[in-house]
């Protein structure tokens, strides 16, 4: 799979075109939403999730399988995409939440979940805008769930976003306190940065790649692109 300006994160060690597969087959296995989470979002709500999902792996990586790279994929606005990398790198690993301006220009990276965490990629606004895009509830639903994690936004601590989170758990086979799981997912208890104050299309977070004030900002051009093709 080819992810334009995606390889020269890497160098020459690592083929990523080689690497990275469709990783949809992966959402379907029971127990990937439970671990996703709790790895990435919620990790110390693990015998909440395991009752609303039903019991995991041991690891994210149980899921991924050895030696490949899935990529979940989102469609935006404009022919755009936002891709979902599992970077299965034994001494590197994350995920990489990536914009894909298309056109064959290069992706640009608004959030990375790792050892070095940088992000939030979204807001609350966006995130639910970009779901409610997709063409049908179950990829409305995916799309909620898989972009959770990137997203960071203290506007979301409302009884909506709760009924949001909890009607996609629902549609994706979630059952009992769905309620539950879905308060803490828009509460500080997350995991990474928590929710944290949007101004002018930027995160208030020092190693946020959308605030032009941060250590790992991203260039102005890039910064305005990406908030045009991820805007409600």
Not at 35 to 57: A, I, N
Not at 223 to 230: C, G, M, P, W
């Amino acid at each position: 799979m080819i992810i334009p300006g995606y390889q020269a994160r890497f160098g020459d060690d690592v083929d990523v075109a080689a690497l990275t597969v469709d990783g949809r087959p992966v959402v379907r296995k029971p127990g990937f939403w439970a671990e996703y989470w709790r790895q990435l979002l919620l990790p110390d709500e693990d015998d909440l999730l395991t009752e609303v999902w039903g019991d995991t792996g041991d690891d994210l990586g149980d899921y991924l399988g050895p030696h490949r790279w899935p990529v979940l994929t989102v469609d935006l606005r404009d022919g755009a995409q936002l891709a979902v990398v599992f970077r299965n790198l034994d001494y590197d690993a994350g995920v990489d939440f990536l914009v894909l301006p298309g056109g064959g220009r290069d992706a640009i990276e608004i959030a990375a979940l790792d050892g070095h965490q940088t992000g939030p990629g979204l807001s609350w606004p966006e995130l639910q805008g970009i779901a409610a895009r997709q063409a049908d509830p179950v990829r409305r639903a995916e799309t909620l769930l898989l972009l959770a994690p990137a997203f960071g936004d203290e506007a979301a601590d409302t009884p909506q976003a709760v009924a949001l989170f909890a009607e996609a758990m629902r549609t994706l086979g979630a059952t009992g306190d769905v309620e539950k799981v879905a308060a803490a997912a828009v509460s500080d208890e997350v995991d990474f940065w928590g929710h944290l104050r949007w101004q002018d299309g930027a995160p208030d977070c020092d190693y946020a790649p959308r605030n032009p004030d941060s250590v790992f900002a991203l260039p102005e051009a890039s910064r305005r692109l990406v908030t045009a093709l991820l805007a409600p």
